[in-house]
């Protein structure tokens, strides 16, 4: 009698630090769910005031290129330096429109996929808005400093011209997740957004792990 009450006891333990362990499992896959909507949300709000002030700047740049048609030189410079700015807006407002159906109760996987296509075209948007870096040496150019100017000014403008479109190239090509490994490239690719979403791939990778680890 005694050993089936100690059987009876042992039982009954096993069945409480089982549905202890299960609801502890339970709390913590309910925070990292908060925590990576926490990181969403507030990657969302950054997308929204850069998309805000991205297109204040498009109509600032839109109005110098519209009432200083008369200098070519300023009117295209600017005109091109807008033009890879609207395409930064454009990729902000295509990740606003994933953001929006994320949904981390319903589907983890596809939602991790969102996420990572969003962060890819974050490092796509930042690379190629390094390239407009070059047309900012040229936009001060007027047709009467290009008729009046010495020897002197164009070889230091074709030195720096020619420093910043290779700089540009140089970092486009190298920015890339391939070189991730270096500690310089992984903190530039971060400040375009991507620590943010990496954040919330990490929680949710968390709760699928305790998913996976449910249904085994």
Same mark, same amino acid.
């Given at each position: ?32 769910? $908060?925590?990576?909507?926490?990181? +969403?949300? @507030?990657?969302? /709000?950054?997308?929204?005031?850069? #998309? %805000? =002030? ?57 939602? $991790?996929?969102?996420?990572?296509? +969003?962060? @890819?075209?974050? /490092?796509?948007?930042?690379?190629? #808005? %390094? =390239? ?85």
């Amino acid at each position: 009698m005694e050993e089936l009450e100690i059987k009876q006891l042992w039982q009954q333990y096993d069945k409480r630090l089982e549905e202890s362990l299960r609801i502890n499992k339970q709390i913590i896959r309910e925070m990292q769910t $908060q925590k990576a909507e926490s990181k +969403i949300n @507030s990657f969302q /709000i950054r997308q929204v005031v850069g #998309l %805000i =002030l991205g297109i204040f700047w498009v109509i600032f740049l839109g109005f110098l290129v519209v009432n200083t048609l008369n200098n070519l030189y300023f009117a295209i410079s600017v005109g091109l330096i807008m033009l890879f700015n609207i395409f930064a807006i454009a990729v902000y407002i295509r990740n606003l429109e994933l953001l929006s159906q994320i949904n981390i109760t319903d589907n983890i996987t596809d939602s $991790q996929q969102k996420l990572a296509t +969003i962060q @890819s075209s974050l /490092i796509n948007v930042g690379r190629i #808005l %390094i =390239l407009q870096t070059p047309f900012y040496c040229t936009f001060y150019y007027s047709n009467e400093l290009v008729a009046h100017a010495g020897t002197l000014f164009w070889l230091i403008q074709l030195v720096a011209l020619s420093f910043f479109t290779g700089l540009s190239i140089y970092l486009y090509r190298t920015l890339t997740y391939k070189n991730i490994h270096r500690k310089w490239v992984r903190n530039i690719i971060g400040s375009f957004g991507g620590k943010t979403l990496t954040k919330a791939m990490e929680f949710l990778n968390e709760i699928e792990d305790y998913r996976t680890e449910k249904t085994s």
